[in-house]
């Protein structure tokens, strides 16, 4: 309630996916402080040590021995999730809702499980006796020897887990890297970009025949096509680029192909072959996504840079020989601004000076005699027409015509514009292209049943081996590859600030930097599940994924300052450094199965889902679940038996 309260009223974010994906893993992570606080409320209520004293008192004192630890794991979680509120651009926009919901909803499980859980458990927990579930007794017989063991075995323990983490390092170069996953839009559209000096009326023909192409397949349910964009748009096309949107019908009807991959497949096969055309195949929301982020329409963007538009064009051809047979390299093609007929009109100076002409003089007739004019206005009643003036459409269309229009000389006669400037029909760019005001040509395709983080690795080396850039030419990879780097820059900037704020926290909240050293040394032991999650399910490690790896480094840390408080407390109360251990996992052995348990159970959704928004919101979920698995095991098992090494006999413990 509160985390909806205040992105409505406070932050005035909307609900979306993913703030409904922060909903989903923070009902998981919602739920574990109110666990830890009835389950130790319970088991003090059931301590035969505490019967015949007063309920409120116990259930006070069960309260207060846990809540200590419960407001830092919180603030700590918290903490863990400030680099996704440092993401820029597309990613920042779709990541930080999400860490808005968690982080006020986990600051409104506060209040329920130090205030609301204490006062709900006077009336609904009886104090005395209760016989335990079997599941529990089962589960806390199976884990006591397998505890033992790897207290009295740490050696080996440790071994194991760093053993595990190096493989699971070492599977990240097979995983790939993507920038967010391709949403499935249940729909099609189709750039096609056609020749430069192609006509409207020729555009439209083609265009037509192509839907009546694409209507044959029983799998399209209709066609919507559009030619150029006008100006006042904000990315204006010429007529030699049209967009066909295909409205799919759904997937069980279908008959011909079992997936979405594979209609576009065959759909390419048979429209490729279209003389003239070059194709993108993408999707309505992907396309505006794929603009947005570079200007591009497709997912890769090769931006080769320079001064010579002749030499950015010859050389944009090699990169596109040397890249074409790249795997998982799709709709390749290049930038289509060259190609347009033109009559260039230069002036001849040295003829104009002979005449008495100036070059102003002859440029200011070609524009009123090709361009035309406005000369004056005509008002009818309120409203106003400008009166323009230009020659007639037979006078300046032909490029004859236009070398015997009549200049006046500097004595009065008039002569043909060809004897003072050279009137020429030549083949040039539509237009020029610039960024960061340099020159630039476009290489662009999509990337197919493959990793974008493989792609761009081979086609680099295929242009620094193939490509001999002249000097002062260089290239630029833009698209979702760009926006991946960025974010993932950002990242390893703040992550280690954070985990270095965390640290601190830790050293706060225990008065001791072992105790704090041994809880971060989980962080990375947390990922482990992650990493064999992500490869298993053969999903790749995106910015969604990377902050699945966030929201387990909070739940490693949370679990940790549990069990090390614990732990701390049994050792002050008395007991002996292995008596401590043993007892102190056995009865945090049902919170904290019981807190990964519900978390798992949240996010199931997530990962089953096939609805949109399932793309964006499944690698995290996955990243998640296996590692709320690795975490789970590392906090009952090697963090009992590392204990011992970080807390040295006779060192007083902070309770």
Known sequence: IIATFNLMYFDRLSLNIMTLGGLALGAGMLVDNAIVVLENIFRHLNDSANHGKQKTNVVLNAA?????????SIGIIVIVFLPIFTLEGVEGKMFAPMAFTISFALLGSIVMALVAAPVLSLFLLRQGNHKGMFLITLLKNIYRPILTWAIRRKGIVIAATAVAFIASVALLPFIGTEFIPTLEEGSILIG????????LDKATNVIMEMERRIAEYSEVEETVSRIGRPEAGSHPHPVNYAEVHMELRPLREWTRYKNKPELVAALSQELSSWPGVQLNFTQP???????LLSGIK???AIKLFGEDLNILRQKANEISAAIEDVPGLVDLSVEQSFGQPQVQIVADRPACSRYGIDVSQVQEMVELAIGGEAIDTLYLHTRRFSIHVRFREDRRMDPEAIRNLLVH????????LSQVAEVKEVVGPIQVNRENNQRR???QGNVRGRDMGSVIGDIQQRIRDSVDLPPGYFVEYGGQFESQQRAMARLSIIVPGVIGAVFVMLCMSFGSIRHALLIILNVPFATIGGIVALA???????VPSAVG????????VQNGVVMVSYFNQLLHQGLTLGEALTQGALLRLRPVLMTATTTILALIPLLLSTDIGAEVQRPLATVVVGGLFSSTALTLLVLPALYGWFTPAGEEVVV
Do not use: H
């Open 64 to 72: 207060k021995e846990v809540g200590r630890p419960i407001v830092f």
């Open 298 to 300: 497709a997912q890769l």
């Open 192 to 199: 096609v970009t056609m020749a430069p000096s192609i006509s």
């Open 441 to 443: 040509w476009i290489v």
């Open 285 to 291: 929301i992907q396309n505006a996504f794929d603009e």
């Open 409 to 416: 000389t500097e004595d009065g006669s008039l002569i043909p």
């Open 549 to 556: 790896f966030i929201a387990i480094f909070g739940v490693a």
């Open 536 to 542: 298993i399910s053969g999903q790749y490690l995106s």
